[in-house]
């Protein structure tokens, strides 16, 4: 059966702002070496197989030891613990690309999925201030960068799984602590971004 999800993403990577790997279609080499990022997901609708997912948040995690196009990465993926089974199984096959839609396009790349774990998940906004938090595993917190005019700038065209269409921002917060991704910082000068998303396999 056809499935659809849409609703708000945000994400922060360590990468220092801007990330290289969106503007060199995933070929350029991470500013750390490696590649750690989080997506919040905050589904507002959808439903797959029959199965609601309205108003249901998840986050991705994943980690790149070198550019993200040559692959071998490990993704794990942590669903909100209000989620019953039927969900998490909907979630955990739309997020990994295994029923199609635009994550299918990246799991060439996945060397190894990690798994899935289940903590309380949240996704908020505060004007251009966006935050993700699971638990104890991942909190983190990017804010949009501002045109003269008040505006978030956006990258148009991106070859991005979620939105040809991102804002650009810079990650306040970033804590990782998951399926053995590390990673913490409040330096102000690491990558962020933001986007409306809609999905559909």
């Known amino acids: ?9 945000m994400e922060t990577c ?14 350029g080499t991470p500013t750390e070496g490696n590649c750690k990022a989080a997506l919040g997901m905050q589904i507002e609708k959808g439903s797959k197989d ?6 249901i948040a998840f986050i ?12 071998d990465m490990t993704v794990g993926l942590i669903v909100d613990s209000s989620a019953d089974d039927a ?3 909907a979630i955990t096959a739309i997020a990994s690309g295994a029923a199609g839609g635009p994550m299918a396009a990246l799991a060439p790349l996945v060397g ?10 949240t996704v908020t906004r505060e004007g251009e201030k966006w935050t993700a938090r699971a638990g104890d595993l991942i909190d ?19 070859s991005h799984p979620v939105n040809a269409r991102l804002a650009l921002a810079k990650a306040v917060r970033s804590m990782f602590n998951v399926f053995g991704i590390q990673w913490r ?13 809609s999905w559909s396999g």
Request: proline share 5%.
């Open 1 to 9: 059966m056809a499935w659809q999800i849409s609703g708000q993403y």
């Open 50 to 55: 029959g199965v609601s997912l309205d108003g």
């Open 60 to 71: 991705t995690i994943l980690e790149s030891k070198g550019p993200m196009g040559k692959g």
């Open 185 to 197: 910082d409040d330096s102000g000068t690491r990558n962020g971004h933001y986007a409306p998303f």
């Open 112 to 121: 190894k999925f990690a798994g899935v774990e289940r903590a309380k998940v």
């Open 14 to 27: 360590n990468c220092t702002f801007l990330c290289p790997c969106i503007v060199t279609n995933l070929q």
């Open 87 to 89: 969900q998490v199984q």
């Open 140 to 158: 983190e917190t990017c804010e949009g960068v501002l045109n003269m005019e008040g505006r978030p700038l956006a990258l148009d065209h991106a």
